[in-house]
Structures are given as C-alpha cells and as structure tokens.
C-alpha cells in the first residue's frame, strides 16, 4: 500500500484547507483510512478517520470544522479543515489498514500503512 498526500501549504488562522491522499494497493483489508497530524515534539494525534462502509470519525479539537471523505473510484482521501488555528501548524499524515469500526480508528497504532506527510503551516 502507498500512500501519497497533497494539499498542504500555509494559511493564516481561520483559513481553510483540503488535504488528499491518493492509495495505490489498496484492498477490502485496508479500506479504512485515517488523518493525523503530528506537530514538532508532539505525539501524533488522530484526527478523522473513515471505514470501508462510509462511517466517520472525528477527534474533539476538529469537531464540526472539518470533514473527511474518499473518492473511492479515484482512490483518493480527503480532509477539508476549516477556521484553522496556529497551534494546528503540523505534520498531516493519512494511514491506512485501520479498524472496521471507524470510532476506533484515531488511534496511530491500528494502522500498519503511512504516508510521508504534508505541512500545514497556520499563521497567526
């Protein structure tokens, strides 16, 4: 499985972005996928998560801000984030491989494949 992200960039705070990850080798056992972000000497926290039914996940600090969604013809990821924060400013990982039940799918160590990353940086 290879996952690929895109979409970062730098953004003033309330901004917004969409981030993608587009999966190649993707099958039934890896169709649920993940966001995460990891900031400079920070634990990598989950963000959105996504199984292979459609349901979602969201953690606490993105809420009724952000959205995630898969283009499954096109095997594509996505993340909308809206009324970014500076404190948001990180690393933003997509996985893959995660747990049927997306509820359980914010946590890092359920997912076996990772992306190399894409920066967001939130100006103040």
């Known amino acids: 499985v290879r996952l690929v992200e895109s979409g970062g960039g730098s953004v003033q705070a309330g901004g917004s972005l969409r981030l993608s990850c587009v999966a190649a080798?993707?099958?039934?056992?890896?169709?649920?996928m993940g966001w995460f972000h990891q900031a400079p000497g920070e634990e990598r926290e989950g963000i959105a998560a996504i199984n292979g039914d459609g349901d979602t996940a969201y953690g606490d600090s993105v809420k009724g801000r952000s959205s995630i969604s898969k283009d499954n013809a096109e095997y594509t990821l996505y993340l909308q984030l809206n009324s970014l924060k500076p404190g948001e400013t990180a690393m933003y990982y997509c996985a893959a491989g995660g747990p049927r039940v997306a509820r359980f799918g914010l946590e890092d160590f359920e997912y076996p494949y990772w992306g190399q990353g894409t920066q967001v940086i939130v100006g103040s």
């Open positions: 080798g993707v099958t039934d056992s890896t169709k649920s």
